[in-house]
């Protein structure tokens, strides 16, 4: 059986390009208020699209064309628990980002843009922002911001967020499905390649990258994971953003200087303001306090970063290799920009929005030599029942409490993205002498992305205690630690 739902493109969109369209006034009172930008038409109703949804078990993927002011050629990979749309035509943006057991679309999306053919002349009748940025997932390369940079200008968002990409393979098969579209950059030397690989019974999809280095000389670049988050489906007053634990913050734009210059380092989630006073920055306000901030963290102790509903208990986590992208960008708009409410977060190896600045200013981006490539995954996870984020596993397992041994028991809170179990074996201190007996299992308990596992398991005896995740269909996702008691 298939079951419809309408997804409404209706939540307001991050601006990672600060130049030109973040600014305030004064009021009445001496307090600078909100600068809502002017658009050259009035707001649409927001975009609906009807959209299937597979209730059996396995996996799909589809073509797809996307009706809005342009058709738009694109794809949907889906399995149980997540919907996954991506436009080949428009820089294979991931479009819409679905958690099926709550049909919260986790991608947001601007009710004042348009869905448009950025190919397509009669597209580009005003500034590139405004008319482009519907919402979604996007990769930016080889600069987030507009900029020139050794004679040649770099749009906003990059080359390869406005090109058409290229599909390369699909793979469609029961238990996982992927598609792999490239892209050649037209001004700067650079080739991208993505796969996007979703897998049965799991709420996380991988992305791999390729990005090389196509010229003759030497070249550096940007990339960021320009990715506008909805946890639970909306953004909302409350809202939560986690980081590593200590990570620290490099201030790139605060409206009005309310968190210090440009290159002041603040602490997370608690950071001095510029007047001396403490403020939780982990925690979303509403749009009237009138505050806008971007940051780039130091370099992260892991690569992850994840956004979360207390209310709704969902969360979205993005996990990734930091040897790679060891940086994220923080952006934080609590009605500071349109009088929005937005979060973003996003892998990237570089400081500061444009190239030019991240190379003469910052000193941070990655580098090619001619022919020379880069290659790292991105775990998209996606999970119910979070209550708090302590911090995210390299394979999307959510801990919200540490597994400790606690007494005479192994306790703890996790959230898995995928149907399966967590099992827990005992190892004794030594080996003993039958064959087949180095270990014995003590607890299991099954998953599911809807809902979080409490671990309570008897640690009777002394030894080591090894606590693991297995899929449905009997692959081992992760040891999560090895306890000695």
Known sequence: MKRWICLAACFAMTAIALSGCIGGQSGADGKSKPNFMEYN?????????????????????????????DPLEGYVLENE???????????AKIYNCVFKPTAHDMAWKNEYARLLNPQLEKSRSGPIWQEYEIGGFDDCLPSVGECDYRNIHIPDHGESWLLPWEVKNVDNSSKRVSITMECTLKETPFKIEKTLTLFE???RYLRHYKITNVGDEDWPFQWADHASIAPGGAVKTGDRMFLPDGTTLMVYFTKDGRMGEQGTIVDWPMAKQADGNWIDLSTLGPSELGYAEKFFTTELKEGWVAAADPAKSEALAFVWPKSVMPYAGVWIDQGGHR???????????????????????????????PGESVEFDIWT??????SDIKRVTPSGIYIQSEIIAEGSKIVGKVSVP????IEIYYEPPVALPTPGMERFQIFKIDTSPDKAVEISADALFPGTYVVEVWSAYGRLIETLCELGV
């Open 41 to 69: 038409y009035e707001p649409q109703t927001p975009p609906y699209s009807e959209v299937e949804l597979m209730d059996a078990n396995g996996c799909s993927i589809r073509k797809m064309t996307f009706e809005g002011d």
């Open 81 to 91: 628990y997540l919907y996954i749309s991506i436009l080949k035509d428009w820089g």
């Open 201 to 203: 019974s799991q709420s």
């Open 339 to 369: 009088g929005y409410q937005q979060i973003a977060l996003e892998a990237t190896n570089a400081w500061g929005d444009c190239l030019n600045e991240s190379v003469e200013r910052f000193g941070k981006y990655g580098q090619l030599e």
């Open 381 to 386: 996870s996606i999970c119910g029942g979070i």
């Open 418 to 421: 995928a149907k399966g179990t």
